[in-house]
């Protein structure tokens, strides 16, 4: 009777141990690293996603990630917009530098309708542009 009780409150123990641990604490890898351009520097905004999973996280305004990866050898997806999208495996690297290439067919010209985008060619009234430098001339609302 004492040995049963004995080993039932181990048991216990232990499973309560295991349900506190925190979620870092499993086998997960920290990926840390920087986006760059060749041109322009730091790309603050990148889209980092482990590939077939929900995964991800956004470079900060100097460029640098933080990602906890699930799997040492996981790849990652890369993507930003103007510029081509990559995939990089991770084979067991922890910090990564990456240098992002200009995709100039990914732009292309578009014009904000409303609540939404559409390509200029298929738009069918009239379509004006504005620079930044006249809207910051403009009075402000």
Do not use: W
Request: a neutral charge; charged letters at 15%; one cysteine or more.
């Amino acid at each position: 009777m004492k040995k049963t009780y004995l080993r039932n409150l181990v048991i216990l123990v232990l499973c309560i141990i295991g349900a506190c641990l925190p979620p870092g604490a499993y086998a997960q890898t920290t990926i840390k690293g920087k986006v760059i351009d060749k041109e322009t520097g730091a790309l603050p905004g990148v889209s980092i996603l482990v590939k077939n999973t929900t995964t991800g996280t956004v470079t900060e305004v100097d460029g640098s990630f933080s990602l906890n990866a699930p799997d040492a050898n996981a790849t990652l997806v890369f993507s930003y917009t103007g510029y081509a999208t990559q995939e990089i495996a991770l084979a067991g690297r922890t910090n990564l530098d990456i240098t992002m290439a200009v995709d100039n067919l990914l732009l292309s010209e578009v014009v904000v309708v409303g609540y939404g985008t559409q390509k200029k060619e298929t738009v069918t009234g009239a379509v004006s542009s504005v620079k930044g430098s006249d809207l910051v001339k403009s009075p402000a609302v």
